[in-house]
């Protein structure tokens, strides 16, 4: 394991698959200046996690390459882009000249303002020095190293696919509502050949799948999927309830076997690629 500031990366340094892994929204480490800001309690900032999706991750993976952020995504969103700052709570934001994302707009920017029905999560707004300082130390550190390990992945094996990992609280009654959720930015990211071995592989474990519904995936799709150039980019969400506790805060039951489906996907994906990485050789 290679341990940056807000990130740790395990694998080794040229990647030793095509499938590289990414979870942005594991992080649970909560700098004090954050905490000092906040007027809502600490633990409310959980709802921003993707609960332990990190612990699938690890426990999944063998010699494929993981990024796993460790920085809360209550202080920096990794899958959102540099200038998705919200005017609202960071007083660098009105510099960039830029029409409001969706997302900024619902309160969920680069630094999230809002949280499930708690409204304003920070007592003030942040000056616009500071929120810089964490593009700086934590957000392009961390985009910086993934491309590098998808740029060498494609450089030896002639294919990347990069895996990004997270997790959604449940959608709905168990029995009706798609338990995962598969994202390619409605093909943009990733070909479509990608995502049917997902699907198959989800099939095969009988958990119910969505594309690109209601998440088709965020900036890390966008900023590094590149299906000509050879670099293809998946998001997976997973149904909190599938691997955490009753209360969605631990892990529980169905955490081994989300892990064996996560180690399923892996390899399908790997699988795919093979072709192309064989190709290469």
Known sequence: MTRAASFDRY?????????????PHGGRDYPDA?????????????????RHADSLALAARREETLFVATRARAWIDLNRAEHERDPQIDEGANLLGRPLSTKVRSGLGLVPRRVGTLGQLWRGRFAGEDVTARILADHRPYHLALGEALAAARARFGIA?????????????????????????????????????????????????????????????ER???????VHALQLEFDRSLYLDAALDELGAGAATMTALLRATIDALADEALPDALAAE
Do not use: C, K, T
């Open 11 to 23: 694998g080794p340094v040229p990647p030793e698959s095509p499938v590289v892994l990414s979870v």
């Open 34 to 50: 954050l905490l000092a800001a906040l007027r809502v309690p600490a633990v409310a900032l959980r709802a921003l996690e993707d």
């Open 161 to 221: 696919v990069l895996l990004d990992v997270h997790s959604m609280p449940p959608l709905g009654a168990p029995e009706s509502a798609p338990r995962l959720v598969i994202g390619d930015r409605f093909g943009r990211s990733a070909a479509a050949r990608f995502g049917a071995r997902v699907e198959g592989v989800a099939r095969r474990h009988g958990v119910a799948i969505a594309s690109n519904a209601p998440y088709a995936g965020g900036h890390i799709l």
């Open 224 to 230: 590094h999927g590149d299906p000509r150039r050879g």
